[in-house]
C-alpha cells in the first residue's frame, strides 16, 4: 500500500460555490484496486481526516470515532464551512469523555462524502469532470474498509475502541463484525444491526425531493452550474423531524407563531416550528453535496448485518471477543431501544461481553450529539474499565 503525505485541500460548497479549504487528507493506493461492493474499483481513493491527542508508543490507545449521515471529520471545531463547533466538542479534550491525554482520536469524512473523501463531488480521471451519479454505490462496508486502510496507513494495528452514533454506529458494528481483531472495544449508540422499513421511506422522500428538483440535473449540476437547493433543504427539513422527539417540539415550540400576533391565512411561514425547519434547510445546502445525501442514504438502507449469516443476527457476531457497549435513548423513534435490545440479545447469545444502557432523555434521536449528562457518564464508566482491563493509563 502506498499513501500520500497528508495535505490540505480546497473545495466548494453551496449553489454559489464558495471555495473552503478543508484537511488533511491522504491519498491511499493499496496494492489491489479498492474494489467496491457493487463491483467497481479505483487504483486510489481519498480520506479526509483529523487526529486529536498522541499515540502511545505501544500504539494501543487508538479510537475511531464515527460520524452520523450529515456530519463528517469535524469532531471538534470550529467547522471550515459553518463555523460552528465539532459534533462531539463537548466531550473531547483532556480529562474530558474522550480525554486526548489519554487516547489517540480518528476521526474521518466516509467514503461517498463531500467534505474532502472521494465521493460524488470527485473528480473522475477517466472524464476530468466531478463523478456525480456516476461515482459507483457505496456501503457501509466500502466505507469502512476505507477506514481500516486510513487506520493501517497511520501505522495502527488495532484500534482501542470504534464509538459512533447513527450511522457512526452501523460503521461501528461492521468493524466488529468485519475486523474481529482490529479492534478491542465497540460503542453503537442508537443504530441498529439494520435499516428498518420506516427508515428507508423517510430516506426515499428526502432522495426524491432532490432529484425532482430541476436544479439535479440528473446529477450533473456541478459542471452545468445548477444547484438542486430548494430539494436538498425539503429533504433535510424531512429527516430533521426524525432526529427530535415529539416531547420536544411541544417544549420549544409548541404552536407558537414566528415573530406575528396572528395567523396570516396565507402559505408563509406561521408558526415558529417551521422557521426553525425553513433554518435547518437553508443552513444545510450551504455545507452538504446533494449527490453524496444520496449516496449516503443508500448506504444505510442497504446496511444489514444478518443478510450474510443467514438471517440470524448472532451468528454475526459467533467467537467475538470484543467488550461492547450498546447506549440508546427513551425518545429515539428513529432508531427506538427494540433495536438495541435485539443487538443485545444477540451478543448474549453468543455469550458476548456486552454491557447495555438506555438512557432517559427527551431529545430524540439527536441525543447523542446533545448535552446528555447520563450518555457522558456511560460513555466515560465504558471507556475507563475497558482501558483498565487493556493496560492503557
Known amino acids: 500500500m502506498h499513501c500520500s503525505d497528508p495535505y490540505t485541500t480546497t473545495l466548494s460548497f453551496g449553489p454559489d460555490g464558495r471555495e473552503v479549504e478543508v484537511g488533511l487528507c491522504m491519498d491511499i493506493t493499496p496494492a489491489e484496486p479498492f474494489r467496491f461492493d457493487c ?49 462531539w466538542e463537548d466531550i473531547v479534550g483532556p480529562g474530558c469523555v474522550f480525554d486526548t491525554d489519554r487516547y489517540f482520536l480518528i476521526t474521518s469524512n466516509v467514503m461517498g ?24 454505490v457505496v456501503t457501509i462496508g466500502d466505507m469502512v474498509r476505507a477506514q481500516k486502510l486510513l487506520v493501517e496507513a497511520l501505522g495502527i494495528r488495532q484500534l482501542f475502541a470504534v464509538i459512533g452514533g447513527s450511522m457512526g454506529g452501523m460503521l461501528a458494528l461492521d468493524w466488529a463484525v468485519r475486523y474481529p481483531d482490529a479492534l478491542y472495544a465497540c460503542v453503537p449508540l442508537c443504530t441498529a444491526a439494520r435499516h428498518s422499513p420506516q427508515n428507508i421511506a423517510f430516506h426515499e422522500i428526502g432522495r426524491q425531493a432532490v432529484m425532482a428538483d430541476p436544479g439535479w440535473q440528473e446529477g450533473h449540476y456541478i459542471e452545468r452550474g445548477r444547484f438542486p437547493a430548494k430539494g436538498l433543504a425539503v429533504a433535510r427539513m424531512t429527516a430533521h423531524v426524525t432526529y427530535l422527539s415529539q416531547i420536544a417540539l411541544q417544549e420549544k415550540f409548541g404552536r407558537r407563531l414566528q415573530n ?6 396565507g402559505f408563509d411561514i406561521d408558526f415558529a416550528v417551521e422557521s426553525y425547519l425553513h433554518h435547518q434547510g437553508k443552513s444545510f445546502i450551504e455545507r452538504f453535496d ?53 443487538l443485545v440479545r444477540a451478543l448474549n447469545a453468543v455469550a458476548a461481553n456486552v454491557s447495555f444502557a438506555e ?21 466515560r464508566g465504558f471507556l475507563d474499565g475497558a482501558a483498565k482491563a487493556k493496560g492503557i493509563l
Open 290 to 342: 446533494p449527490n453524496a445525501y444520496l449516496y449516503i442514504t443508500r448506504a444505510m438502507d442497504y446496511f444489514d448485518l444478518e443478510r450474510d449469516f443467514g438471517g440470524h443476527l448472532s451468528r454475526a457476531f459467533l467467537g467475538t471477543s470484543i467488550r461492547y457497549c450498546v447506549i440508546s435513548f427513551t425518545s429515539d423513534w428513529l432508531f427506538p431501544t427494540e433495536e438495541s435490545r435485539r
Open 260 to 265: 406575528k400576533l396572528a395567523l396570516g391565512y
Open 359 to 379: 438512557i432517559e432523555t427527551d431529545k430524540g434521536h439527536d441525543a447523542f450529539l446533545l448535552d446528555v449528562p447520563a450518555m457522558h457518564a456511560t460513555l
Open 39 to 87: 463491483g467497481a474499483a479505483m487504483e486510489t481513493i481519498t480520506l479526509a481526516y483529523q487526529t486529536h491527542g498522541q499515540l502511545n508508543a505501544e500504539k494501543s490507545n487508538a479510537i475511531l470515532l464515527c460520524h452520523g449521515l450529515t456530519g463528517d471529520q469535524y469532531l471538534t471545531g470550529p467547522h471550515p464551512v459553518t463555523g460552528k463547533p465539532g459534533w
Open 113 to 136: 462524502g463531500c467534505m474532502g473523501s472521494t465521493g460524488p463531488k470527485s473528480t473522475n480521471p477517466a472524464t476530468g469532470k466531478p463523478y456525480g451519479i456516476t461515482f459507483p
